[in-house]
């Protein structure tokens, strides 16, 4: 088996302006989330995320509760898996549409994914050959009748999928 990558692994792949739009989505929709990923959520929110002045940095505005969310999504993997699984319940109708065209594409899901139990082992490397974001986003608007941006769309299938764009090292398979 081959070796996994961090969550943190991910970041790579993320621009500054997506990460945002993560992070924004996730406070704006967190009272709509199953209470499995609400309470994930806020013990992740205590645990990483400080800011000065507050105790409880859910009670801080959002504002500053967003500045200070990205430096653990940056660095910490437990604290991206709260999010990232916090962003797919919130983004369950694309998860339900990716969920079919994926396997047509040739995409083979690590042992990790959905539920990424341990999260600094959580990412193999390994997308189908020639396979890129854009060419992706390109496939799946091509078979479906999904309305999301080719980021959410990466995204959500490096989830679904548990690998990460690049090839694995010759000699090893997950």
């Known amino acids: 088996m081959s070796s996994l990558l961090p969550m943190i692994s991910l970041n790579v792949f993320l621009l500054p302006d997506f990460r945002r739009e993560i992070l924004s989505t996730v406070l704006n929709e967190k009272d709509t989330l199953s209470p499995e990923n609400k309470r994930e959520l806020t013990q992740a929110m205590r645990e990483f995320v400080k800011i000065s002045g507050f105790r409880n940095p859910l009670a801080a505005p959002q504002a500053l509760q967003l500045r200070a969310m990205e430096s653990p999504f940056e660095k910490e993997s ?68 999904i309305d999301a941006s080719s980021d959410a769309i990466s995204l959500m299938t490096v989830w679904l999928t548990g690998r990460l764009p690049g090839s694995e090292p010759a000699g090893e398979q997950s």
Do not use: C, H, M
């Open 78 to 145: 437990r604290f991206l898996k709260a999010i990232l699984s916090s962003w797919v319940d919130i983004n369950s109708d694309l998860q339900a549409d990716l969920q079919s065209v994926i396997s047509e594409l040739g995409f083979e899901p690590n042992d990790q994914a959905p539920l990424y139990p341990d999260p600094e082992n959580a990412f193999a490397l390994g997308w189908p050959e020639e396979l890129s974001f854009e060419k992706l986003a390109n496939l799946v608007k091509q078979k479906t009748e």
